[in-house]
């Protein structure tokens, strides 16, 4: 099986966490950058990596990467790469990407000369004039950055956060990726009791039982490689058969919601069902100043931050409430939120912080861990 190369885009913060999770895999030469991971398989680690990676937004093949100031640059290393190993005669082949602090600032130009260049490539190796495209879609994405361009095309399809769980969701949900990010830093374990207080749509909740369950994340999903049929069916099947042997049913993992507002608890009840754990929690309303740790080993949150949700008087005076409520002792807390003197208000100096994006907004994982590993 040959060497392909392959990189993963993830949200800031995570790069680290995601590494891990490629080279527990089996994935090799794995590299971190700011905001992806770079790494290397045979098409057992692509569809491995589309099926259990928790943090990757997507998996993407490497096309190329070079250098390019110029259209004429950009043209001409586009067009020698080998699009026709990957794109069939029929197939569909849409161009996107961003540009960053480069020469090539145009996102429609850029677009519109890398589109040339791949169809006169295909069409020359294809001998002919005019490319239908009306197979199946392989998205083309470009990422530029200080002039250096990487062309990929995207294995994924839907982004995938899309697990194929949550079709409803609140105001302010956590994305799935982020979520899983956050339980892996907080080391959670097939032998926890997770609790989130403030479950929201449960993203939290169900990320904790396919983490600690091993239940592969994309299942429940198909990814666009699979319709492109250079990977031998019999690999996606293999992948699949594997995932589905790694789950650990017999795990002890238990996990509690709370929520002041019904319709959360409703909606996190839809959604667990949805995504097949509603045996391993159990959710209820609640307010946060009843909160006991009592039997949590990890407790992780997602408090309202004073935007979209509540204003940031009332925000504050919930970090303060989780201060009293979430005691030192034999629990674990980790609590994501943008502000600086969240520590100041909750009351204690976090054991560690580390920086996180939600989105576009600048977090941070404040961390506090139990007393017996302080
Ligand atoms: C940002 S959302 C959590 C989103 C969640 N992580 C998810 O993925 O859907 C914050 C949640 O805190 C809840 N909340 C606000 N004040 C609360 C309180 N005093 N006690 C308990 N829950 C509260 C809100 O109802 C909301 O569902």
């Known amino acids: 099986m040959s060497t392909l190369q392959m990189t993963a885009p993830c949200i800031f913060g995570l790069e680290s966490v995601l590494a891990g999770e490629l080279r527990r895999m089996g994935a090799e030469n794995v590299q971190a950058e700011n905001g992806r991971v770079f790494f290397e398989g045979g098409q057992d680690i692509l569809i491995r990596a589309n099926l259990h990676t928790r943090t990757a937004e997507r998996i993407l093949l490497v096309l190329g ?16 790469l080998p699009w026709e190993d990957y794109i069939g005669r029929q197939d569909a082949f849409p161009v996107k990407g961003w540009s960053l602090e480069s020469a090539l600032h145009s996102i429609p130009d850029c677009q519109r000369i890398i589109k040339k260049a791949v169809a006169k490539r295909l ?137 002041l507002d019904p319709e959360a608890v409703a909606l996190t009840e839809a959604n667990l069902k949805k995504a097949g754990v509603s045996g391993r929690v159990r959710v209820q309303k609640a307010d946060i100043s009843r909160f006991s740790p009592e039997q949590m080993t990890a407790v992780v949150c997602n408090p309202p931050y004073g935007e979209r949700l509540l204003d940031l008087e009332q925000a504050q005076m919930l970090c303060r409430r989780m201060g009293e409520v979430f005691t030192a002792g034999e629990s674990r807390y980790y609590i994501i939120n943008p502000l600086e003197r969240f520590e100041e208000l909750f009351g204690r100096k976090a054991d560690k912080r580390r920086k996180l994006y939600n989105g576009t907004l600048l977090c941070y994982l404040f961390m506090y861990f139990s007393e017996k590993r302080r």
């Open 123 to 259: 069409g020359n190796a294809y001998r002919i004039g005019w490319l239908e495209e009306t197979g199946a879609v392989h998205q083309i994405r470009f990422a530029i950055h200080k002039n250096e361009v990487l062309l990929t095309l995207d294995t994924s399809g839907a982004g995938l956060h899309k697990r194929g769980y949550r079709q409803n969701s609140m105001e302010a949900p956590i994305k799935e990726t982020l979520a899983a990010g956050i339980l892996d830093l907080a080391h959670v374990k097939a032998e926890d009791t997770l609790c989130d207080p403030m479950c929201g749509s449960g993203t939290f909740l169900i990320e904790g039982v396919y983490r600690a369950l091993q239940i592969a994340p994309g299942l429940r999903r198909r990814f666009s490689v699979e319709h492109w049929g250079w990977v031998p069916r019999a690999v996606v099947q293999s992948e699949r058969e594997r995932a589905l042997s790694m789950i650990r049913r017999d795990a002890p993992f238990r996990a509690y919601g709370f929520d």
């Open 65 to 80: 990467r070079f250098r390019a100031t110029s259209f004429e640059e950009l043209f001409d290393a586009a067009y020698a």
